[in-house]
């Protein structure tokens, strides 16, 4: 049972670049999340998913993009990197009230 | 706006004594309230909750209190122990529609030192 796990683990872009995140759960939860977190800031929602093929808008999802085409799996996408998007992204998935995180993606875009 | 505040960025406390972590919120309407501990390069992992229609809940040596008037939780962790040495972020859980979501502090930076 490997919980959440998250490739790449590191990455670095240069502006204008793009990639996807994946996020894989073998928990068999409904709803999976995407979040940043900055220094100074917490972390915050990107964009969550309450089941197989849907998904919201979190907190700050400009420049992202998201697709979950099987339950288990989260996609999290830049179409376009910005030095902004310089961050370190963890997934997240969970039932009720608790969420079980992944270990992060730290991401650099120069 | 932030909904969930953490207002100390870091704690010092010796090994054995009791840590207290503080957590403001504005948003009345949040049911439940979540602490996570965070090691560095790790995500973070649930460490405790509450209910809102709760004052505290006791988890072996940590314990979380509740106090709904003043928008306000605390987390105790006694004794505390190097091992707990961490950043601590306190979250709160809404809803829209059928989503769970959570609202995240900014964290507490815990060491305990020897």
């Known amino acids: 049972n490997a919980g959440v796990t998250q490739t790449p683990k590191f990455r670095v872009l240069k502006t204008g670049q793009s990639m996807t995140l994946l996020c894989a759960q073998d928990?068999?939860?409904?709803?999976m999340y995407w979040y940043r977190q900055d220094p100074g800031m917490g972390l915050r929602l990107i964009h969550y998913s309450v089941g197989e093929g849907t998904t919201a808008k979190g907190e700050v999802p400009d420049g992202y993009n998201v697709s979950r085409l099987k339950k288990q799996n989260f996609l999290l996408g830049l179409e376009s990197a910005a030095p902004s998007q310089t961050s370190v992204y963890f997934c997240a998935s969970g039932v009720g009230y608790e969420q079980y995180f992944g270990p992060g993606t730290r991401l650099t875009v120069t | 706006d932030q909904q969930v505040k953490q207002n100390s960025p870091s704690l010092s406390v010796q090994e054995g004594r009791i840590s207290i972590l503080n957590c403001d919120y504005t948003?009345?309407?949040?049911?439940?309230f979540l602490w996570y501990k965070k090691y560095p390069a790790e995500g973070p992992t649930f460490l405790i909750s509450?209910?809102?229609?709760?004052d505290k809940n006791e988890d072996g040596r940590f314990t979380v209190f509740l106090n709904k008037s003043a928008k306000h939780l605390s987390l105790h962790i006694v004794p505390s122990q190097p091992g707990d040495s961490a950043v601590y972020f306190c979250a709160a859980r809404g809803h829209t529609g059928t989503a769970s979501k959570l609202t995240f502090g900014t964290g507490t930076r815990l060491q305990v030192t020897l």
């Open positions: 928990m068999n939860h409904e709803y």
């Open positions: 948003n009345s309407m949040f049911d439940y």
């Open positions: 509450i209910s809102s229609i709760k």
